[in-house]
């Protein structure tokens, strides 16, 4: 006889969004001169390198003074550029809140803001790097239109979506490995969802790196006989709401999962249905605290951003009275 295993499924290619924003940025740009970059001493970390060496002339650097870096875009903006202020997502957003506000949203200048290495991607850094924030804060903005793409291909998609969009736009782009997950063919447009697995027990709506962990407590959930609908979410601002009042009618409640403080999609999700549609919800993300040091893996599952813990949540919904 000869012995013989069982065929193993080799995992997902993991790929880094930095990768495909600047390619799509880069290819955006050789058939339209108005295509620029402004970063704040960021070229490495946003992976900026073949758009500076194919446009050194179209690539402006600041430095240090991400205030200066939103005006700047602004100000390219109401010149007739097209501007993609690129940083770290928690520098860009906390450092100049006030310019994405007034320079951005309330004048509504064409400017894409690009969050780099969002959520708790830089780990060990601690919480002055981790930018678990932005979400609550930018969803509050009117008139700023906030994505999160799911995987690679969606994000070279979102950044080609908002080269055109004619108003401010931030886009979360991800430095953590994600697999696709988009179906062929898919195309992303704002505001809506995407369903990714359907189910009629219960839903699981995920934004940006928690998609991919939302499938795994999908196959989790199955092995356990539940049925779970996996959407993602990967516009906050402007919500699906129609996905979310079908998710609310068909299953028994929502879990939000998010790479970001709960208030974010979470809270999204829980002030568009609370005068709507009124459901059981269970918000998976950081809770009211300042995430500790560790490295991004220890982090999501500190926090429950995993298979199980969103599986977990899930069976809270469903043996809730």
Not at 41 to 61: A, H, I, T, Y
Not at 187 to 200: D, H
Request: overall charge negative; some cysteine.
């Amino acid at each position: 006889m000869t012995a013989t295993t069982a065929p193993t499924t080799a995992p997902a290619p993991l790929h880094d969004c930095r990768d495909a924003w600047v390619a799509a940025l880069v290819d955006l740009a050789e058939h339209d001169d108005r295509i620029v970059a402004v970063v704040n001493d960021s070229v490495g970390s946003s992976k900026l390198g073949p758009f500076q060496e194919r446009f050194p002339e179209r690539l402006v650097n600041v430095g240090i003074a991400e205030q200066d870096m939103v005006g700047v875009g602004a100000g390219l903006a109401n010149g007739g550029k097209v501007p993609f202020v690129s940083a770290a997502a928690c520098f860009l957003t906390a450092r100049a809140m006030e310019q994405i506000k007034v320079d951005a949203a309330y004048s509504q200048h064409h400017l894409v803001l690009v969050g780099q290495s969002p959520g708790m991607a830089y780990g060990e850094l601690g919480p002055t790097h981790h930018s678990i924030e932005d979400l609550a804060w930018l969803r509050t903005i009117p008139g700023l239109t906030v994505v999160v793409p799911t995987d690679a291909t969606e994000t070279a998609q979102v950044v080609r979506w908002a080269a055109g969009a004619g108003r401010p736009v931030f886009i979360r782009v991800s430095r953590m490995g994600v697999p696709d997950v988009m179906p062929e063919g898919y195309e992303f447009v704002p505001g809506r969802a995407v369903q990714l697995r359907a189910g009629t027990d219960v839903t699981i709506v995920a934004t940006g790196t928690a998609v991919t962990r939302a499938l795994a407590a999908a196959e989790l959930l199955e092995a356990r006989g539940v049925d779970a609908r996996v959407l993602a979410m990967p516009t906050i601002k402007p919500l699906d709401g129609e996905a979310l009042l079908a998710a609310a009618e068909e299953t028994a409640g929502i879990v939000t999962v998010e790479e970001a403080l709960t208030s974010g999609l979470g809270g999204a999700v829980a002030e568009y249905l609370s005068t709507r549609r009124p459901t059981l919800l269970r918000l998976v993300g950081v809770p009211d605290t300042f995430a500790p040091t560790g490295s991004v893996e220890w982090l999501m599952e500190h926090f429950g951003i995993s298979a199980e813990g969103i599986a977990g949540a899930a069976g809270e919904i469903l043996s809730a009275p």
